[in-house]
């Protein structure tokens, strides 16, 4: 079968994505001098910029791509949650599985450029203390989702107060024993071991040397942490990607596990969606019963494309086949 011929299986397949919900900010300018309080640039601000990130972008992935996302997160009563919930529902995606909480600020990353030089990463996580109150409100909204779910997807970006090991273990129980659905994660790997026996666990490659303190990629070292994650987690599946070099499937009943060689012939502009477009489209190729080996492929192609666009530009089924033909053709 082509890749056209499963692209075309995407099409409103209904994914649930649970996370937490972040903005990122830009602020766009030029340095003209060291400023005059301390030895830093001076940034002369021309735009400030303000999108969804986090599980935003994986919602508006799915959907670019012909897919159904449905969400469920919380947000805090303040200018970040209200803009994550106006645009959510500007996109037309159901927005009855996100809870509001009043006690809490909505994360957020600023990021400030000048002349496209990275200068200053500012965070801010959640907040205040996510109540149980608030964390059952969330669980309520799980139980009422779509009966017809093909696919569910974890994002834990490790912002804070909500994926603790107690939260997780609960939300995989409720998961399995509601819907029959293949479940794929993307982890903190500070607690990845406890997202057990589920279908997909995906890692970025960096961050799962450093978190076995390996300093050196070799097939060595990524049998290592390989065979760590799948032995502690008991999943299904293991991808560990980095997109301008290779990428490692490992399978459960499968000794070896597969290279996939970059697909990147021209300059990256930009890693900052990366991540995002490899989950929605593991979550669509799951949903539309892909093979994994595919869909991994699929998914790392679209993960390059995304790579060499501007930041944060989303693309449809057919510019991303139109991007597989001219990979395949160099």
């Known amino acids: 079968m082509t890749f056209a011929e499963e692209i075309s299986k995407w099409k409103k397949k209904r994914i649930l994505v649970i996370g937490e919900a972040l903005i990122d900010k830009y602020i766009m300018g030029y340095a003209d001098r060291i400023s005059p309080d301390a030895p830093v640039p001076n940034i002369k601000i021309e735009q400030n910029l303000t999108y969804l990130g986090g599980i935003g972008l994986v919602l508006k992935y799915i959907k670019s791509l012909g897919g159904i996302p449905e969400v469920c997160t919380i947000i805090g009563d303040d200018y970040e949650g209200n ?105 903190n790997l500070d607690n990845y071991y406890v997202y057990e026996d589920i279908e997909m666990i995906k890692m970025n490659l960096q961050k799962a040397l450093r978190m076995l303190s390996i300093e050196c990629c070799t097939d060595t070292s990524i049998a290592i942490v390989g065979k760590r994650v799948m032995n502690t987690s008991q999943c299904q599946n293991l991808l560990i990607n980095n997109i301008v070099a290779e990428s490692f499937l490992f399978q459960k009943h499968k000794e070896n596990f597969m290279k996939y060689p970059s697909n990147i012939t021209t300059p990256v502009r930009s890693y900052v969606a990366v991540g995002s477009v490899i989950m929605a489209v593991l979550g669509l190729c799951y949903a539309a019963d892909i093979a994994i080996p595919e869909s991994v492929q699929l998914a790392l192609y679209a993960g390059s494309l995304s790579a060499i666009l501007s930041p944060v530009e989303f693309f449809n089924p057919e510019s991303l086949l139109k991007y597989i033909s001219s990979s395949k053709n160099i």
């Open 83 to 187: 803009f994550f919930l106006r645009r959510i529902k500007e996109l037309n995606i159901d927005s009855s599985g996100i809870v509001i909480d009043t006690a809490i600020n909505t994360p957020q990353i600023t990021r400030v450029k000048a002349r496209n030089q990275h200068l200053l990463r500012l965070e801010k996580d959640y907040e205040g203390n996510i109540s149980e109150k608030v964390v059952e409100q969330l669980f309520e909204k799980l139980s009422s989702r779509s009966s017809d779910l093909e696919a569910i997807l974890i994002l834990d970006y490790g912002i804070g107060e909500l994926f603790h090991d107690t939260f997780i273990q609960k939300l995989l129980h409720q998961l399995k024993n509601t819907y029959n659905a293949p479940i794929i994660a993307r982890p």
